[in-house]
């Protein structure tokens, strides 16, 4: 600013001067030639001239930008009020920057993950191909959706009309060899039409292609960015080369670029989905489905080609012979297609729009104790106002330095807040859901600067308004008259700063009930038996054993049979088990109708589906899931392939109406499949989350005969093994698993090595995350609106020390006083207070999705937290009025 001004006011007022001197001088001499001594001359050409400052100003107004200058000058004016005032200057951006930073961190993550577009080719045109089956009993216990089968996906991909290109994914793993140690890999299985969908370049190599989709040609695989890194160290030259998967040699035909995921499935290797034709069914809902949409062509449109094709679906493929092809019609199976990112996002997006509402709310907080420090200070600056009024400053000009002057404040908040922001991010990414969407795109970028910004001047305009409207609309608002030492406190100067604290304690009073009902959401869930025991104690991995390296069935069992034996004898391990999936891990489930023996289902009824998992005997011992009656599985039974099975005690209560009736009843899958005897009943299990209702599960035996029909014996390759130890989640003990299971295999990798205790927390992060940030948010709040109390007391009780002086010369007593002011912050507190329960009430009923067990008017919640809030108001009151009982009258009135 000192060069601007040098530029134009030494400059080009100068030259002004000078010019008008020159005219003068000019006209001396003209008069001086004409005979006019040369006072006399310059008296008059003086006089002809005019008045010289006048014409100054106005030759220098046409030449400067006034209002830029006007506003530079008051820009220096404020900063060297701030610098007189380093407390109030340093208060006010430590708070901005508290709630502006707050505010972007949250909408950091909010933008990277809701508003920011997929990094693929022309998101917009991408869609998840979603069904729904509001006729199939029992789905919805288990999934919200139904997902594709081989044969739907191939008569989509050969007779739609919506799509530009079409692929089903389906998420695996795979066992890597060869490479140091033995390593089991996250894969993504997809078809050919996957990546050209999400139309995202190789990094290095290419595609796989239509022909990698042939079994009997040569068998490629792509890798992730991050397996790349980390196995091969980044090194281009690895495609071309082989690696060992699954015991098979695999050409690796390129890399995946940095971030790439199939939709928000990060995997290690892209690996081909072949499907046979001839060998495929109706059947086999387990298939994701992504498309890309042809220009012009809405979801809507896709919809109705998709509910075409579902007649042509079941006119092509059958279940085998005898099963009726329109036997699905009784599913009314509907296209649900959406777009991809709310596929991606999922319902997450509730939560982070619930945080950012919520830091939101502590922003306006923040806002309103930085318009009450606005205030006071605008009190002290009343006489000078008032003299600036008197010499003609007009309302407009006093307003726009105080606008200014809060602008000001907002943006130094904002860019302090940045650095809060930044740390912040890094806060949120750590204690955010580990399967948190997007993940790693999140980062503070271009948008999130410009939010600030935006932030910090909106936020400077609000709480600059206030002491604006109160000293600028009218020459009245100032008055010059009388001592601001002396003048009492009128109730029109503390209305203001009153309403100021009435709206703080509501808004803290719906963040901290808020915060309190996740409070109590996460300790009634906290509170729910999850269907096993002692999670802290109980390790937990996956073994996979491929065809490839082991093709017989019996064997597979014999393996796993051993691995369990081995992995008992470790010193510390109490029991081990094995079941296809554990609660909770997120393992793809299985799931079918399941019928009773002398039970018949007339017309168009069909049995319920029904959970699946297979277990070894004693995986419910080492869980710690109760028998509640009968009996476990036995080896001899296994081997034996004896028709048996175990059912979730829901299950059994809802067939045969308790748990011990259904001991030594029967039960099928399939009509050719022989009755299985119910041995056991088991507690409910929380598959799902501890929040979802336990689904009605049946039990098999890890290998079975006739499973799906006449053919092999059927065996669950991959499996949980489960471990009960007092060592679980030690680095030994981990080593120590690993070694054991190279006893058996060496060619075994170990994965998803974790104690139940991590699944059971993972289960429950977003919960968890919304917890502390309701938290966080509500200590703020009733932090900043418990000083926005202490504040407007203690001032008050400054501007009110003369007559306090008076009342105690007049024989008032201590107590007396400093109840008069904490009787007014409890007026301002309730007041407070009833509005926030009416706010808090309808909000409530909007965050009902994220609470579990509560009521979103839980009483008790409403009753104990105003108590709690009125209690820190009264207490926050008390302090400042105490000095009440210090103030000696005489030497009050003396000052006075």
């Known amino acids: 600013m000192a060069l601007f001004s040098r530029f134009f006011r030494n400059r080009r007022y100068d030259d002004i001067s000078v010019s008008i001197r020159e005219h003068i001088d000019e006209r001396i001499d003209e008069l001086m030639d004409e005979g006019m001594p040369r006072e006399e001359a310059a008296r008059a050409a003086r006089r002809e001239f005019g008045n010289v400052t006048l014409l100054e100003e106005r030759s220098r107004e046409a030449w400067q930008w006034q209002r830029l200058e ?19 200057a340093i208060t006010v951006v430590l708070t901005l920057a508290i709630g502006i930073g707050a505010n972007t961190a949250v909408f950091s993550v909010l933008n990277s993950v809701l508003i920011r577009p997929l990094p693929y080719h022309e998101p917009q045109q991408l869609v998840a191909l979603r069904l729904v089956a509001p006729g199939a009993p029992g789905l919805t216990d288990f999934r919200d959706e139904l997902r594709l089968s081989a044969s739907m996906y191939l008569t989509v991909a050969a007779h739609n009309h919506a799509f530009q290109s079409v692929g089903v994914w389906l998420p695996g793993t795979a066992s890597i060899t060869g490479i140091a140690q033995p390593e089991q890999v996250n894969t993504a299985l997809i078809t050919d039409g996957v990546l050209p969908t999400l139309g995202v370049p190789a990094a290095a190599g290419q595609w796989l292609t239509a022909a990698d ?132 996002v999922g319902s997450i997006g509730n939560v ?71 740390a912040g991010l890094r806060l949120l990414v750590a204690i955010g859901p580990e399967n948190l969407p997007r993940l790693s795109e999140i980062s503070l970028d271009a948008s999130s600067i410009a939010f600030t910004v935006i932030l910090s001047v909106l936020s400077g305009l609000l709480f600059g308004s206030i002491p604006v409207l109160r000293y600028a609309p009218s020459k009245q608002a100032v008055p010059l008259i009388g001592s601001m030492r002396t003048a009492s406190v009128s109730r029109e100067r503390q209305r203001g700063r009153n309403l100021l604290v009435v709206a703080q304690v509501a808004m803290a009073l719906v963040l901290l009930i808020s915060a309190v009902l996740m409070i109590r959401t996460f300790n009634a869930m906290l509170n729910v038996d999850p269907g096993f025991s002692a999670p802290t104690s109980l390790q937990v991995m996956r073994i996979s054993i491929p065809e490839t390296m082991v093709r017989d069935p019996q064997m597979v069992t014999r393996i796993q049979n051993n691995i369990q034996d081995k992995l008992a004898t470790i010193p510390g391990v109490s029991s081990a088990g094995f079941a296809v999936s554990v609660p909770m891990s997120g393992a793809e489930p299985n799931w079918d109708g399941i019928s009773v023996e002398g039970k018949t289902y007339q017309g168009d009824e069909e049995p319920p589906l029904r959970l699946f998992n297979y277990v070894s005997p004693g995986y419910f011992h080492t869980a710690g899931t109760r028998m509640v009656a009968g009996r476990d599985f036995t080896w001899t039974e296994i081997y034996g392939l004896r028709p048996v099975g175990i059912l979730s005690e829901s299950l059994a209560r809802e067939l045969w109406g308790s748990p011990l009736a259904a001991i030594g009843k029967r039960f099928r899958e399939f009509s050719n499949m022989p009755w299985h005897e119910v041995v056991g009943v088991v507690q409910d299990v929380r598959e799902n989350g501890i929040d979802q209702i336990s689904p009605a599960t049946v039990y098999w035996p890890s290998i079975m005969r006739d499973l799906y029909g006449p053919g092999p014996l059927d065996v669950r390759r991959t499996a949980y093994f489960a471990l009960r130890s007092n060592r679980a989640g030690t680095q ?136 709690v809030l009125i209690a820190a108001a009264a207490l926050a009151s008390y302090l400042p009025a105490r000095r009440t009982a210090a103030v000696n009258p005489v030497e009050t009135l003396r000052a006075e």
């Not at 809902?285 to 012009?296: D, E, N, Q, V």
């Not at 075994?748 to 966080?776: E, G, H, K, N, W």
Request: aromatic content about 8%; some cysteine; hydrophobic content about 50%.
């Open 70 to 88: 006007s506003m530079l000058v008051d820009l220096k004016h404020i900063g060297r009020r701030l610098r007189r005032s380093p407390g109030f």
């Open 732 to 867: 030994a003990f981990i080593n120590e698993m690993q070694q054991a299971v190279w006893l058996v295999n060496s060619n075994l990798p170990v994965a998803d090595v974790s104690t139940m205790q991590d699944i059971y927390s993972q289960s429950m992060a977003r919960t968890s995350f919304t917890l502390v940030m309701l938290a966080i948010a509500g200590t703020m709040a009733l932090a900043l609106g418990i000083l926005g109390i202490y504040g407007v007391i203690s001032y008050a009780v400054s501007q009110r020390t003369r007559e306090i002086g008076i009342r105690m010369a007049l024989g008032a007593k201590k107590r007396e006083l400093v109840w008069m002011f904490v009787r007014s912050a409890l007026v301002l507190t309730g007041i407070g207070t009833a509005v926030g329960i009416g706010a808090a009430a309808a909000l409530m009923r909007l965050m009902r999705t994220l609470l579990f067990g509560i009521s979103p008017l839980d009483p008790v919640t409403f009753a104990v937290v105003p108590i």
């Open 213 to 344: 989709q042939d079994r009997r040609g040569t068998r490629r695989v792509m890798l992730g960015y991050g397996y790349w890194q980390r196995r091969f160290g980044g090194d281009p030259s690895v495609v071309g080369r082989n690696i060992n998967v699954d015991s098979q040699q695999w050409e690796i035909a390129g890399v995946m670029p940095r971030g790439f995921r199939v939709v928000n499935y990060d995997f290690d290797l892209l690996v081909p989905l072949a499907f046979d034709p001839v060998k495929e069914s109706l059947a086999g809902f387990a298939y994701h489905g992504i498309a890309r949409l042809r220009p012009g062509i809405t979801i809507s449109q896709a919809d109705d080609d998709m509910a075409r094709l579902l007649n042509v679906w079941m006119d092509s493929w059958t279940n085998g012979p005898g099963s009726d092809p329109h036997f699905y019609l009784n599913w009314k199976i509907t296209p649900a297609f959406r777009p991809l990112k709310d596929q991606v």
């Open 352 to 422: 982070l729009w619930v945080v950012m509402a919520t830091i939101g709310v502590v922003m306006l907080i923040a806002c309103t104790n930085v318009a009450n420090l606005l205030l006071v200070r605008a009190d002290a600056r009343q006489q000078e106002l008032a003299v600036r009024s008197a010499l003609g400053a007009g309302r407009w000009r006093i307003a726009r330095e105080l606008l200014l002057e809060s602008v000001t404040l907002g943006l130094l908040g904002g860019a302090a807040g940045v650095g809060v922001a930044y």
